[in-house]
């Protein structure tokens, strides 16, 4: 699930001719934070040099909104083969450390880029934050929903901009069936369907629910892009059969209970072999005036009760030709975009910690055999935050929540 080379604009909107019709809601504006200026690439430092930092260096080195300036890790080597790999035209121009943040102030860049493993990502973005210097994360937003908690509070405290890049947003095909549902909505039932047999090496093999963790939160975020609807409950199971390399479940089923009435329903397996989905699931979307189908990749297959309109449909879905920037390339022309105009970007860590929720909220329900509500898991969240915080202003911050979900959606 790696996204090929593309030429991008440096207009993300422009680049896939989105309708400001279908587009969602103007974001709030940023205050007290200076724009990035529009007549020069973002310098960006790397922070994290394993895998998804080499793809990170190779989509930054071929953008055309972004400059890649130094990377770091606290392995010895680790940085030089990631700029070595990357494409950039001077590898020797691009400065190496230990410490991200230090080396971003060092180097007065104007973003950092953190794909480095989820325990670090709440001491780095901290410590970023508090610098002034703009974040955008790999998913998942920290390791635990306190954590995730305590980083709403320093972006709230410090001003600055805070991105979680949720790379499947920027398909194509997630923008048309949200074009879809927006027509011919309020959806009842939205399905994704996941199946891919996996051994993965690594922590994953010993990681407490990998399949929900790693790979989970792609389609809890899709769908609350999609169907423009939050969780409020979810019911889910996990089952690990005898030929499974993980110590925990890589095979999940949940219900999730949605903010506008309807159920969304996720299946997800690397335990079974034979028909595999694409990485992006198999999805059905049931609506109230049509509905839809998408098997991953190709376009989505659109329809209602009239024979003609559901030809327009088609139509238009197949007039949308031509390569655009998709995956981590279009997040991070989201990102600078917005710094750019002042803007708070999609997927800000207010708007994401609800997908992130639902993972957490899925695996307390395998855990405790039972129905859990987001809300009740959410403030049970900030009483852990409270309690770990270290920063007085940020804890005190969290204790003024009249409740998260509000400050979440504020």
Same mark, same amino acid.
């Given at each position: 699930?790696?996204?090929?080379?593309?030429?991008?604009?440096?207009?993300?909107?422009?680049?896939?001719?989105?309708?400001?019709?279908?587009?969602?809601?103007?974001?709030?504006?940023?205050?007290?934070?200076?724009?990035?200026?529009?007549?020069?690439?973002?310098?960006?430092?790397?922070?994290?040099?394993?895998?998804?930092?080499?793809?990170?260096?190779?989509?930054?080195?071929?953008?055309?909104? %972004?400059?890649?300036?130094?990377?770091?890790?606290?392995?010895?080597?680790?940085?030089?083969?990631?700029?070595?790999?990357?494409?950039?035209?001077?590898?020797?121009?691009?400065?190496?450390?230990?410490?991200?943040?230090?080396?971003?102030?060092?180097?007065?860049?104007?973003?950092?880029?953190?794909?480095?493993?989820?325990?670090?990502?709440?001491?780095?973005?901290?410590?970023?934050?508090?610098?002034?210097?703009?974040?955008?994360?790999?998913?998942?937003?920290?390791?635990?929903?306190?954590?995730?908690?305590?980083?709403?509070?320093?972006?709230?405290?410090?001003?600055?901009?805070?991105?979680?890049?949720?790379?499947?947003?920027?398909?194509?095909?997630?923008?048309?069936?949200?074009?879809?549902?927006?027509?011919?909505?309020?959806?009842?039932?939205?399905? %994704?369907?996941?199946?891919?047999?996996?051994?993965?090496?690594?922590?994953?093999?010993?990681?407490?629910?990998?399949?929900?963790?790693?790979?989970?939160?792609?389609?809890?975020?899709?769908?609350?892009?999609?169907?423009?609807?939050?969780?409020?409950?979810?019911?889910?199971?996990?089952?690990?059969?005898?030929?499974?390399?993980?110590?925990?479940?890589?095979?999940?089923?949940?219900?999730?209970?949605?903010?506008?009435?309807?159920?969304?329903?996720?299946?997800?397996?690397?335990?079974?072999?034979?028909?595999?989905?694409?990485?992006?699931?198999?999805?059905?979307?049931?609506?109230?005036?049509?509905?839809?189908?998408?098997?991953?990749?190709?376009?989505?297959?659109?329809?209602?009760?009239?024979?003609?309109? !559901?030809?327009?449909?088609?139509?238009?879905?197949?007039?949308?030709?031509?390569?655009?920037?998709?995956?981590?390339?279009?997040?991070?022309?989201?990102?600078?975009?917005?710094?750019?105009?002042?803007?708070?970007?999609?997927?800000?860590?207010?708007?994401?910690?609800?997908?992130?929720?639902?993972?957490?909220?899925?695996?307390?329900?395998?855990?405790?055999?039972?129905?859990?509500?987001?809300?009740?898991?959410?403030?049970? %969240?900030?009483?852990?935050?409270?309690?770990?915080?270290?920063?007085?202003?940020?804890?005190?911050?969290?204790?003024?929540?009249?409740?998260?979900?509000?400050?979440? !959606?504020?």
């Amino acid at each position: 699930h790696v996204s090929s080379d593309l030429s991008t604009p440096t207009d993300l909107s422009a680049a896939q001719g989105t309708d400001t019709a279908d587009a969602p809601a103007p974001a709030p504006e940023l205050t007290g934070f200076p724009t990035l200026p529009a007549d020069r690439p973002a310098r960006v430092v790397l922070v994290g040099a394993g895998g998804m930092g080499s793809w990170w260096a190779r989509e930054i080195a071929a953008s055309p909104v %972004a400059e890649l300036v130094g990377v770091a890790d606290l392995v010895e080597g680790a940085p030089q083969r990631v700029i070595d790999q990357a494409g950039v035209p001077d590898p020797s121009a691009v400065a190496t450390g230990t410490d991200g943040v230090d080396l971003a102030l060092e180097l007065g860049a104007d973003l950092l880029i953190n794909p480095t493993v989820p325990l670090a990502h709440h001491p780095v973005t901290v410590k970023a934050l508090h610098a002034g210097i703009p974040v955008l994360g790999e998913k998942p937003v920290t390791e635990t929903l306190p954590e995730a908690l305590s980083l709403v509070a320093h972006t709230e405290l410090t001003g600055v901009p805070f991105m979680v890049s949720q790379s499947r947003r920027f398909f194509r095909q997630v923008r048309q069936l949200r074009s879809f549902v927006a027509a011919h909505g309020p959806t009842v039932l939205t399905s %994704a369907f996941f199946s891919l047999f996996t051994e993965m090496e690594g922590y994953r093999r010993t990681q407490q629910h990998p399949l929900l963790r790693d790979m989970g939160i792609h389609a809890f975020d899709t769908a609350r892009y999609i169907m423009d609807a939050d969780p409020v409950a979810v019911t889910a199971r996990g089952a690990q059969p005898e030929w499974s390399v993980y110590e925990h479940d890589a095979t999940v089923t949940a219900t999730f209970e949605m903010s506008d009435g309807s159920l969304f329903v996720y299946n997800g397996t690397w335990n079974a072999r034979g028909l595999p989905t694409y990485w992006n699931s198999e999805w059905r979307i049931g609506a109230q005036l049509g509905s839809a189908t998408w098997d991953g990749k190709g376009a989505p297959v659109l329809g209602t009760e009239d024979d003609q309109a !559901t030809a327009r449909l088609q139509d238009a879905v197949a007039a949308e030709a031509g390569e655009e920037p998709d995956q981590i390339a279009a997040s991070l022309i989201e990102c600078v975009s917005a710094l750019r105009e002042g803007r708070t970007p999609m997927c800000e860590v207010h708007e994401n910690l609800l997908s992130f929720a639902m993972v957490e909220a899925a695996v307390a329900s395998v855990e405790r055999g039972e129905r859990v509500e987001i809300d009740e898991l959410l403030e049970q %969240a900030r009483i852990e935050a409270i309690a770990a915080e270290t920063d007085p202003a940020a804890r005190e911050l969290m204790q003024s929540w009249s409740s998260v979900r509000e400050a979440l !959606t504020a």
